[in-house]
């Protein structure tokens, strides 16, 4: 084999080993990526569906609760006509319910929005035996014996004003609501058609399934041992699973409840076949491949073109000295290189015309024969040397190839996969953001709307505590996806903007003056939307009920660090201060139990009452360590 030839074979293997590792690394890596990316894809999509459902249920739970305790369905003295009238007006309201019956605790229907079955009495099945087990609300999914159709019943006991209880309110609403809201959320967190949803029950029942249809509240979940003993000691868990013959990613999240409901025991399955979703990776793993093949074949022909140019001047060293071993002294070699072939061709021609002026008697041909041995030995040394610097050249030279063009396909694939990333988050969370204060705002509109359908005042101020709170926390997703982090919210501007839009909607700003404190605390979402329910309940219950009718005052409101780790939040007002009999810790406020669920259960936090010439109310939470970092930062670029 020529010399040409083998170097170009080493070359080539060197090459075509280092190419096939490098692309293992690198579709392993990719895989390995794309699976987490999936993974936080998938467990986002799930909580967020979750959430949605803890919600719907929990709006459920106070519609039931107000209704159980309105003052016409809770007295005795109420006539079946005055409190059916009366279910008439909440299920028009509402606009979510089928229907709403009142019983007897006998089980015997006294009144009913659609006069069915007035004076059966329901059989002892299905929701009716947590109502005799007297729990405060019970809600079951199940065939209603009185409109023929799957609903939702939700009870709720009645209490007459002794705190005694004489009847129980069930309401029912279509499954159809809750199957649109998952279908919805769905739709917005991920365009997979091969994402596979479903919902079940504590004992493994299929609530809800996006393929299963026919399955629906009649099949368990197949895999419901490997959900519950994967949800057995956390929350939310991620892995793989062979279902049916097919891989999958999946993702499980338990029911956490929302404020007061506390929950059913539901659980959430999302996945996706592996098949689906390792199809980007495998399909960049070909392209990888190909172009390898192409930049392998470009190498080889390089190398095979280097090779015959290292070794042409060398072959016609070696032909020239088989024609001078044959006797023949006319010779030219044509090699004008400046390197140690140069050297050995100069070398060999002054050989040749030393040989040409020697005379041909026995002692100069002895001489010549010995001249001519010592050259060959030197030339065949010179060839040795010249093949290993050849060999350790090109080695280096291949070595150093290689290196680089790992190095950049690296870095490419490094910067794009970043790239890809920060842009799919960014946009991710201002459509998120952007998406949370329009429905809130929708939401708020229909409030007002419903507002305009009633008489009642006690429902109307209802009406406009709920519209404040929500707007309140519209008021915190605006300001996240309009500012340039994502993830902090302004607290000083938050409470200026929250402090003006209350007394506008109250119309006291010609009589109330507020003093609000500078601050320039920031907290993430997950602190700030607690903080923005608290204050909106503490200043709306401040110019409701701390001054009379056209009566002047001032209210201070402040937001401040104390004791290094400590956050302090204090509403103050001088007007005619809260009774004395009212203790915080123990009233039946709607507003004020809201404060203390907040500050208790979501901040972690102390609640004050301070009596003084007016009331002051002050908030105490700690400082999470990364609102500590993010405050310290804050301070230093000022």
């Not at 003006?500 to 009589?511: A, D, G, P, S, V």
């Amino acid at each position: 084999m020529k010399f040409a030839t083998k170097l170009t074979v080493t070359m080539s293997g060197i090459l075509i080993f280092f190419a096939a590792i490098v692309s293992y690394v690198v579709y392993k890596s990719s895989i390995e990526n794309l699976e987490n990316q999936i993974k936080g894809r998938q467990t986002d999509t799930a909580q967020h569906i979750m959430d949605k459902v803890d919600r719907m249920l929990f709006e459920r739970f106070a519609d039931i609760k107000a209704i159980a305790s309105d003052p016409i369905v809770s007295s005795r003295d109420s006539t079946p006509r005055q409190i059916r009238e009366r279910l008439s007006e909440f299920r028009n309201h509402f606009k979510t319910y089928i229907s709403l019956s009142l019983f007897d605790l006998n089980r015997v229907r006294i009144a009913d929005t659609s006069g069915l079955s007035i004076g059966v009495q329901h059989q002892l099945e299905g929701y009716w035996k947590d109502v005799l087990k007297e729990k405060d609300f019970i809600m079951d999914v199940s065939m209603s014996a009185s409109l023929r159709r799957t609903v939702f019943h939700f009870a709720f006991p009645v209490k007459d004003k002794s705190g005694e209880t004489f009847g129980t309110v069930v309401t029912r609403m279509p499954v159809s609501k809750l199957y649109y809201v998952i279908r919805e959320i769905g739709r917005i967190q991920t365009e997979s058609k091969e994402l596979q949803t479903d919902l079940i029950d504590k004992d493994g029942l299929l609530l809800y399934s996006n393929y299963n249809r026919k399955g629906i509240l009649k099949d368990n979940l197949s895999d419901w041992q490997i959900v519950r003993n994967s949800l057995a000691s956390q929350e939310i868990s991620t892995g793989r699973f062979t279902h049916g013959g097919i891989e999958d990613i999946y993702v499980f999240v338990h029911e956490q409840g929302y404020l007061d409901f506390k929950g059913n025991d539901w659980s959430l399955l999302v996945r996706v076949p592996i098949k689906i979703a390792f199809a980007p990776a495998v399909k960049l793993r070909n392209t990888m491949f190909s172009i390898l093949v192409a930049m392998l074949v470009f190498i080889v022909l390089i190398l095979l073109l280097l090779s015959r140019t290292l070794t042409k001047p060398i072959i016609k060293l070696r032909d020239a000295t088989i024609r001078i071993g044959k006797g023949d002294r006319n010779i030219k070699l044509d090699i004008n290189t400046k390197d140690e072939i140069g050297e050995l061709a100069n070398s060999f021609i002054q050989m040749n015309n030393n040989l040409l002026e020697t005379t041909v008697s026995r002692n100069e041909l002895i001489e010549e024969i010995s001249e001519r041995k010592q050259v060959e030995e030197e030339l065949k040394v010179l060839n040795e040397s010249l093949e290993r610097r050849v060999d350790e050249r090109t080695k280096k030279l291949v070595e150093k190839s290689e290196k680089l063009m790992s190095e950049i396909v690296k870095r490419e694939q490094v910067e794009e996969q970043i790239k890809a990333s920060l842009k799919e988050k960014e946009v991710l969370l201002n459509e998120v953001h952007h998406r949370v204060k329009n429905n809130l705002q929708i939401i708020s509109s229909l409030l007002d709307m419903g507002s305009m359908q009633t008489h009642n005042q006690e429902v109307i101020d209802l009406i406009i505590d709920c519209r404040n709170r929500i707007n309140s926390i519209a008021l915190v997703h605006s300001q996240l996806y309009k500012n340039e982090r994502l993830n902090q919210i302004d607290m000083g501007k938050h409470i200026q903007e929250l402090s003006k839009r209350l007394l506008q909607i109250y119309e006291m700003e010609k009589t109330i003056t507020l003093d609000i404190k500078p601050t320039d605390i920031s907290l993430p979402i997950t602190r700030a939307v607690p903080c923005a329910l608290a204050l909106n309940e503490l200043i709306s219950n401040t110019l409701k009920h701390a001054y009379k009718d056209g009566q002047k005052g001032k209210i201070d409101i402040s937001m401040q660090r104390s004791d290094g780790d400590t956050f302090s939040i204090k509403v103050k007002d001088d007007g005619i201060g809260i009774p004395e009999e009212i203790d915080i810790d123990k009233t039946n406020s709607l507003g004020l139990s809201l404060v203390r669920n907040l500050v208790l259960r979501q901040l972690s936090g102390k609640l004050y009452i301070r009596r003084n010439r007016g009331t002051e109310i002050v908030i105490e939470f700690k400082a999470l360590k990364g609102e500590i970092r993010h405050e310290q930062s804050n301070v230093s670029r000022r």
